[in-house]
């Protein structure tokens, strides 16, 4: 086969069976090949996670698993709708997912909370403001955020903190207030994400742990030591599954668990 012809027919396929490769706060710093881990399915509700500790890959069970039963994983983020779930998933992987989650389309209702009318500016202006985000435009990033997320007024009703897409924004807004070093601001916004975080993993998930550690240090360095170390102690709940007491995140956490006892015990 022709060198050109060869390069056609496995690109698809290597673009189809690489994974992002992720730091601990779950940021993209590469894309790697991973055989064995390509031989998975994917789930919208996946049996397991995968993380990495380097540029190694570890996958981890978030459940009891029965005897034989299929290893899953998710190939995409499920913090989603179905229907962008389902798009995404046809574009990258060429499959419609036909899993429990898709077929029942069990969090839509939440997720979708609100008026259409009232939320389709928020879910239009995520690419753009993911854009100013990739190229560290903060200060605009938190600027069109606080915009959106303020109350419309009117007879358009505000959109709840639960539904997806201003969940999305709040985190945006979130990630600008610290880069800003604005850390009142940044907890207030992190705090209203922890709930609905809450709902839409309710099993162990490493975007949920980071979640609670990052809202954690805001909290721990603002002096709201008994806040911090609730957080903190919920994050620690997941991450010894999803992660495992040896992982260099988890560590960490124990650390900051340990500041947090001893502050509050000289308090």
Same mark, same amino acid.
């Given at each position: 086969?022709?060198? *050109?012809?060869? @390069?056609?027919?496995?690109?698809? +396929?290597? *673009?189809?069976?690489?994974?992002?490769?992720? #730091?601990?706060?779950?940021?993209?710093?590469?894309?790697?090949?991973?055989?064995?881990?390509?031989?998975?399915?994917?789930?919208?509700?996946?049996?397991?996670?995968?993380?990495? &500790?380097?540029?190694?890959?570890?996958?981890?069970?978030?459940? #009891?698993?029965?005897?034989?039963?299929?290893?899953?994983?998710?190939?995409?983020? *499920?913090?989603?709708?179905?229907?962008?779930?389902?798009?995404?998933? &046809?574009?990258?992987?060429? @499959?419609?997912? +036909?899993?429990? =989650?898709?077929?029942?389309?069990?969090?839509?209702?939440?997720? %979708?909370?609100?008026?259409?009318?009232?939320? *389709?500016?928020?879910?239009?202006?995520?690419?753009?403001?993911?854009?100013?985000?990739?190229?560290?435009?903060?200060?605009?990033?938190?600027?069109?955020?606080?915009?959106?997320?303020?109350?419309?007024?009117?007879?358009?009703?505000?959109?709840?903190?639960?539904?997806?897409?201003? %969940?999305?924004? !709040?985190?945006?807004?979130?990630?600008?207030?610290?880069?800003?070093? +604005?850390?009142?601001?940044?907890?207030?916004?992190?705090?209203?994400?922890?709930?609905?975080?809450?709902?839409?993993?309710?099993?162990?998930?490493?975007?949920?742990?980071?979640?609670?550690?990052?809202?954690?240090?805001?909290?721990? @360095?603002?002096?709201?030591?008994?806040?911090?170390?609730?957080?903190?102690? %919920?994050?620690?709940?997941?991450?010894?599954? !999803?992660?495992?007491?040896?992982?260099?995140?988890?560590?960490?956490?124990?650390?900051?668990?340990?500041?947090?006892?001893?502050?509050? #015990? =000289?308090?």
């Amino acid at each position: 086969m022709h060198v *050109t012809n060869l @390069f056609c027919v496995l690109s698809p +396929q290597l *673009t189809c069976n690489c994974f992002t490769i992720s #730091d601990g706060e779950l940021q993209e710093i590469g894309v790697g090949l991973y055989p064995s881990m390509s031989l998975l399915n994917h789930d919208c509700r996946p049996s397991c996670v995968m993380l990495f &500790e380097g540029n190694t890959l570890h996958l981890r069970a978030i459940r #009891d698993m029965r005897p034989a039963e299929e290893l899953t994983i998710s190939y995409i983020g *499920t913090l989603a709708p179905t229907r962008d779930r389902q798009t995404q998933l &046809e574009e990258q992987y060429h @499959f419609t997912c +036909q899993c429990q =989650r898709c077929t029942t389309a069990d969090m839509d209702s939440m997720m %979708l909370c609100g008026e259409e009318e009232a939320w *389709t500016p928020l879910r239009e202006a995520i690419p753009r403001l993911e854009n100013l985000q990739t190229h560290g435009n903060w200060e605009e990033l938190l600027h069109e955020c606080s915009s959106l997320l303020a109350p419309v007024g009117g007879a358009v009703p505000a959109v709840p903190d639960g539904n997806v897409y201003r %969940l999305r924004v !709040t985190d945006l807004a979130l990630d600008a207030c610290i880069n800003l070093a +604005q850390w009142d601001t940044a907890l207030a916004y992190g705090t209203i994400t922890l709930e609905p975080y809450r709902q839409y993993y309710p099993d162990p998930h490493p975007a949920h742990a980071i979640q609670l550690m990052r809202v954690a240090k805001l909290q721990h @360095f603002l002096v709201h030591l008994g806040d911090a170390q609730h957080t903190l102690r %919920l994050a620690y709940d997941i991450m010894k599954v !999803t992660h495992g007491n040896q992982h260099p995140l988890t560590s960490d956490l124990i650390r900051k668990l340990e500041e947090c006892r001893a502050e509050l #015990d =000289r308090a």
